[in-house]
């Protein structure tokens, strides 16, 4: 079955860019029935959608972030990824992949989730 | 922006009780909403879409409905491995989501 596994640094400074993966498995992130999000959840907070990419690279930005998000999928290894810059604490969150879709069907629901990775912004 | 009211922010209830949620819109949002369970240290889990629609694999008792503005999630008979944080999710314009409703065992 499919899964998506997050990687990336845990512990980030203070005005620099945070960077992610998501590796997708059993599946392909070049299916055109999904699309691809990122979700990110403060330390007892709720969840809150950063933005999603589709296959061919377009992309949808939660308007609260789109100045600081890039996502970027690369087919080749079947993964994408995620950029946040100019970090600051309030950035400090439990941050999910997850498959959006399928599309046809119900675009927005989110099926399957990574695992999550906790990162931290502090110098 | 369209706004997401959940309620209650927590509940506790006894094995066997039924458990209701609710999330109200600030406009008509048709019946775009999912419901979601996340357990402690868990990624959250897709248990009804558009509403009201049971996904595969999720246990009979969870159930949604509504349209519009109001919405309700219900747990039929409580179980001790229900015991989790709910929330809902509209997608009328981009995905939001509401603040939660942490569900305990009394």
């Known amino acids: 079955q499919v899964q998506l596994q997050e990687s990336g640094p845990g512990l980030v400074k203070p005005s620099e860019t945070l960077s992610l993966t998501c590796t997708v498995s059993g599946g392909s992130v070049s299916s055109g029935s999904y699309y691809w999000s990122w979700i990110r959840q403060p330390p007892g907070k709720g969840l809150e959608w950063i933005g999603y990419i589709y296959y061919s690279g377009s992309t949808n930005y939660n308007p609260s972030l789109k100045s600081r998000v890039t996502i970027s999928v690369d087919t080749s290894k079947n993964q994408f990824s995620l950029k946040l810059s100019s970090v600051t604490a309030a950035d400090t969150a439990v941050y999910y992949c997850a498959r959006q879709g399928p599309i046809a069907a119900r675009p927005f629901a989110f099926d399957i989730w990574g695992q999550g990775t906790m990162v931290t912004v502090s110098s | 922006d369209i706004q997401m009211t959940q309620s209650p922010s927590s509940l506790s209830a006894s094995v066997g009780d039924r458990v209701t949620i609710t999330c109200q819109a600030s406009q008509d949002i048709s019946n775009y909403l999912n419901w979601y369970q996340q357990k402690p240290g868990k990624a959250p889990k897709l248990l009804i879409y558009?509403?009201?629609n049971l996904e595969t694999g999720v246990p009979s008792r969870f159930s949604g409905s509504g349209s519009g503005t109001d919405f309700t999630f219900t747990i039929s008979s409580l179980q001790p491995e229900d015991i989790a944080t709910y929330y809902c999710q509209q997608y009328d314009n981009l995905p939001l989501f509401g603040g939660g409703t942490k569900v305990e065992i009394k």
């Open positions: 558009d509403a009201s």
